[in-house]
């Protein structure tokens, strides 16, 4: 059995994704544990980012493209300092790109330095930190962006609770965010970013602060969230197995400038349990990502 597809990018322009049909509908998402992948929703072409910064000119990101297709998991590693946060801000609206284009479903995201708002409602967003406001109970948290888009109030509370289901928080939406852990913190803010139900949901570390027993749990979890929702996840971490393990592809970015040196497609079984990490499938994938990224030191 074939267990990974490698490209390795020699001149930036790699993409390994192969049409896998059309999306179904979000019922047959969640029973098959394993969505099927549908017409690519995010592309980056030619993206460049050069900061300018007081110690001079940083060249952060040189001739990016990829093309993310509807209900994929790709995972975004690198060394430190290769641009990944780079990336996942010039996708989420937050920085715009030096040149190149993205689109999401066919939309810009960036026209020049302009943000197009429009685009980016099918976006949501996860950082390392949950970012709770203090002073709102968990549900009010999670509504925020359907009360940014004048949902009313009964409407916000339904989703809440929807979401808490989704999320494990079940029975915590009255509570306030210092009354909870780290991880359920977390399982908060992946609620928030869903309220508004984006097709893509971008995430920069987003368990790197939690110790590893609850990022285990977490990777379940958020593995379950994908099945049930069908987003597309563009996932960005330090830990080779965390992006195997969650990925349906991992991107390895080059030391600065971040380049796209390669991308493995990950075809282990879903849903994916402790066993798929003890396989030896799951450890050769790993270890050929670790070699890689040693190659690039
Ligand atoms: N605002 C900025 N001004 C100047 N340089 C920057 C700025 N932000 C990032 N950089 C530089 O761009 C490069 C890429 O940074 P980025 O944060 O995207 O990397 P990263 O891969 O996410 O790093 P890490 O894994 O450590 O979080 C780094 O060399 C960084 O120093």
């Given amino acids: 059995m074939e267990m990974t597809q490698k490209t390795t ?7 390994a994704a192969a049409p896998r049909g059309e999306l179904p509908d979000a019922q047959a998402v969640a ?18 980012k050069v900061y300018q910064a007081r110690r001079g000119r940083v060249e952060a990101l040189r001739d990016v493209n990829l093309s993310i297709r509807r209900g994929e998991f790709v995972s975004l590693v690198g060394r430190s300092g290769c641009g990944k946060t780079t990336l996942l801000r010039i996708l989420s609206g937050l920085l715009p790109p ?3 284009s993205v689109t999401a479903n066919g939309q810009s995201i960036w026209r020049g330095a302009s943000r197009n708002d429009e685009a980016l409602k099918q976006v949501g967003l996860v950082f390392q930190e949950a970012n709770l406001f203090p002073w709102f109970t968990i549900a009010e948290n999670i509504g925020l962006p359907l009360k940014l888009r004048g949902v009313d109030r009964k409407a916000r509370a339904e989703r809440a609770e929807e979401l808490c289901d989704l999320v494990g928080l079940r029975g915590f939406e009255g509570a306030y965010p210092r009354e909870l852990s780290g991880g359920m913190r977390q399982r908060a803010a992946i609620a ?23 990022r285990d749990k977490m990777n379940l979890e958020l593995q379950s969230i994908h099945a049930a929702t069908g987003a597309t996840v563009v996932f960005v971490t330090h830990s080779i197995s965390e992006a195997v393990f969650l990925a349906d592809r991992v991107v390895l970015l080059t030391p600065r400038p971040g380049r796209i040196r390669s991308v493995t497609s990950v075809s ?28 690039e030191s």
């Avoid at 879903?270 to 890689?292: C, K, M, Y």
Wanted: aromatic share 2%.
């Fill in 9 to 15: 990018v020699q001149d930036g322009t790699g993409d």
């Fill in 31 to 48: 029973d098959s544990s394993r969505p099927e992948l549908g017409s690519v929703e995010l592309e980056l072409a030619g993206v460049n």
């Fill in 98 to 100: 030096s040149s190149g």
């Fill in 192 to 214: 928030r970013a869903l309220s508004a139900r984006p097709s893509i949901l971008l995430m920069d570390e987003p368990f790197g602060a939690l110790d590893a027993l609850t």
């Fill in 268 to 295: 282990l079984d879903r849903p994916r349990s402790a066993d798929t990490e003890a396989s030896a499938e799951f450890q050769q994938i790993v270890r050929g990502l670790r070699v890689e990224l040693d190659e």
